[in-house]
């Protein structure tokens, strides 16, 4: 008879929206009081067997489920967990959604629902936090009849809140109904009201979950005969390092070697000690073998380069064939392009994600990799910065720079960095806006220039031959060889040199106070009673820039109209 093994159920949601108490307060299913306690700390997996399982939800033994129990995967930190993956699809079987009721769908949940739908992950809805709900009281260990039970102006809160995150999620794509109103599990979203804090509603999520494995995941859970798992952490313990990590399938043997995949040679490695997760527990204890699904722990003999995310099996002698499937894993999922931004991750799911998501985007990619932002990045992203500065970014999605990185010039480069995706791509398409605007700006100032200046006569360093004098740059930029007009439209001279501090400059920009030279002047004869300069612009000119004036200053803008009213004494027909 084929073994059935344990479902893999992730729990993911906004930051804050409780799913450290939701998932102790599963954890609690079972286990004893002083162990409960210290439970809390950063784990990355629980186990919870049938038997737990059945003591807290004694109407669960009635239906004789077929698989052993329950494995949560509690990865620490931000959304990305639910981006797991293994070889065919998401690491999770399951996935419960978590939602502050009183808070609704916020930025990391709508990650959540996007990577949930891509990777085709079924999912329940817990409507945590009912506890927060004005005046709400714990009437009954049954949420039903709790919920009946609520004082009238509590209960109408309740519904509104229900309905509004009904609407929410009907926006998605979902025809999503409290548990007590499902019709039809295949085709509707299971919400459970719910509260990690009082555990009301708690018994009814494990139930949900129980009946959605035994009657759609019963094929998916069938167990192979190769082992095969992801790499989640490489921790330091002391003196050692271990690798914890997900076994999905098969059985592993304490005795096997294995071979784990990286972004060059498979690393393959015997393994020293084989732990497994306790159940219901935060403790690992030793064991000769694994059997999926399972929470593992292992000390390797080879562990240098090993990365999270990265999937492993069984190594038989068989280095080339198992090194063409982990390219082909990672290949199919990091495919980079000629040209592009370069993105790092913590793991090789968040990475496949991030990809996933600027996909969508269209947003091309040049270099991917997992790890924080290195010097080497930098350098690839400034050279970029020479032939495509609007693609002179990198993306890092839960990574930062490292020290070698950080006292490097980023001038000109854009590092961006932020824990949630969708704000990585809306901060980056921002950038990228700006960017392509500011090169738009350079190529039309560099077929002309705007400016206007307001003379200093307090500066007078000679009166002519040429005229050198102090002029302050109230907008647009100056530069070598511009013909300055003034008020009256009078030709004055061509800028010959434009020195700041005594040192010749190439150009001066709005703010700046410089000395300039203009030669064939007489200051005292032909500027003493001169208060501005303007740049003089043909009318071809001139209509390139009211044409992109969406590229220019407010104070640009005001400079083209009074150049344009200077052109006007002269009965020239120009409009800003």
């Not at 807290?56 to 033994?61: G, T, V």
């Not at 000629?338 to 947003?363: C, F, R």
Request: charge should be neutral; aromatic fraction near 6%.
């Amino acid at each position: 008879m084929t073994q059935i093994r344990q479902p893999i159920v992730t729990v993911a949601g906004h930051v804050d929206h409780g799913k450290t108490t939701i998932l102790d307060n599963i954890r609690k299913t079972g286990v004893q009081e002083t162990e409960a306690g210290g439970i809390t700390q950063k784990i990355s997996f629980t186990k919870v067997p049938l038997e737990n399982i059945e003591k807290r939800c004694p109407a669960i033994k009635e239906h004789k489920l077929d698989f052993p129990g329950f494995l949560f995967i509690d990865t620490p930190g931000h959304a990305a967990f639910s981006h797991l993956r293994k070889r065919g699809g998401s690491l999770a079987d399951l996935a419960i959604l978590l939602i502050d009721i009183n808070e609704g769908i916020k930025p990391q949940t709508q990650e959540v629902i996007e990577i949930l739908k891509l990777n085709k992950t079924p999912f329940v809805v817990a409507l945590n936090k009912v506890d927060n709900i004005s005046g709400w009281r714990k009437q009954s260990e049954d949420m039903k009849e709790n919920i009946k039970k609520q004082a009238v102006n509590v209960s109408q809160q309740f519904q509104e809140k229900l309905l509004t995150l009904m609407g929410s999620l009907h926006h998605y794509g979902f025809d999503a109904k409290p548990y007590y109103e499902i019709t039809d599990f295949t085709k509707q979203l299971v919400l459970v009201p719910c509260s990690g804090a009082t555990g009301e509603g708690i018994n009814e999520l494990i139930t949900m979950l129980c009946g959605l494995s035994q009657k759609f995941l019963k094929e998916n859970l069938k167990l192979g005969k190769e082992p095969k798992g992801v790499i989640l952490e490489v921790k330091k313990e002391k003196t050692m390092q271990y690798a914890e990590a997900i076994l999905y399938d098969g059985t592993l043997d304490a005795t096997n070697e294995i071979a784990i995949a990286s972004f060059d040679e498979p690393i393959i490695s015997k393994i020293r000690v084989l732990e497994e997760i306790k159940p219901v527990s935060s403790k690992f204890q030793p064991i000769k073998q694994s059997v999926a699904a399972d929470g593992i722990r292992m000390q390797l003999i080879n562990s240098n380069g090993i990365l999270p995310g990265m999937p492993f099996t069984i190594f038989k002698d068989n280095k080339e064939e198992i090194k063409k499937q982990f390219q082909k894993d990672i290949g199919e999922k990091i495919k980079t392009q000629d040209s592009g931004i370069i993105i790092k991750a913590d793991s090789l799911g968040s990475l496949e994600a991030l990809i996933t998501m600027l996909k969508q985007e269209k947003i091309p990619i040049i270099k991917a990799g997992i790890g924080k932002i290195t010097k080497k990045d930098i350098i690839s992203a400034q050279t970029n910065a020479k032939t495509d500065p609007e693609n002179a970014i990198i993306l890092g999605f839960s990574t930062e720079e490292d020290e070698d990185a950080k006292t490097m010039d980023k001038s000109k480069i854009k590092i961006i960095t932020d824990d949630i995706i969708y704000k990585l791509i809306e901060n980056m398409i921002e950038f990228q806006e700006e960017k392509r605007n500011e090169i738009k700006r350079e190529r039309l100032l560099g077929l002309a220039s705007i400016c206007k200046l307001t003379i200093l006569p307090q500066y007078v360093f000679r009166n002519s031959n040429p005229a050198v004098f102090g002029v302050k740059v109230e907008s647009g930029k100056l530069k070598h060889n511009l013909q300055l007009i003034d008020e009256n439209n009078a030709q004055i001279a061509k800028v010959k040199d434009i020195q700041e501090n005594q040192n010749k400059i190439q150009e001066a920009t709005q703010g700046m106070e410089i000395a300039m030279s203009l030669p064939g002047i007489n200051f005292e004869r032909q500027l003493t009673d001169t208060k501005n300069l303007y740049t003089d612009l043909s009318e071809k000119q001139f209509r390139h820039f009211k044409d992109n004036k969406d590229l220019l200053t407010q104070e640009e803008i005001q400079t083209l109209q009074k150049i344009a009213e200077i052109k006007r004494k002269e009965k020239v027909t120009w409009g800003v």
